[in-house]
């Protein structure tokens, strides 16, 4: 059995230099990706914003849309009211 000691730490080690020199590749590609990657996070979160600030003033602008037209309603019901009337009384 002491002979196999030996060979299964020999093993583990390589398996630890394996595991270290993979982790050390994950790590210098993950900076390489962050640096790639950076002007690009920065210009969507900047577009998003825009996206926001746009999507709030259409939805502003729909609402004040909405009440015009119903308040155009309100004078085109009122005018032929009115135009009934004249009619009424021009007859």
Known sequence: MRESLPKVRGKLERL???????????SRKEQILSRNF????GDYRAHTDTLREIQTS?????????????????????????????????K
């Open 38 to 41: 950076q002007g690009m996070t």
């Open 58 to 90: 259409f939805t502003t602008v729909s609402k004040n849309v909405e009440t015009l037209e119903t308040e155009l309603q309100e004078i085109n019901d009122r005018l032929g009211k009115v135009q009934g009337k004249i009619d009424d009384t021009g």
């Open 16 to 26: 630890q230099d394996d595991a270290s020199r993979a982790l050390d590749k994950i």
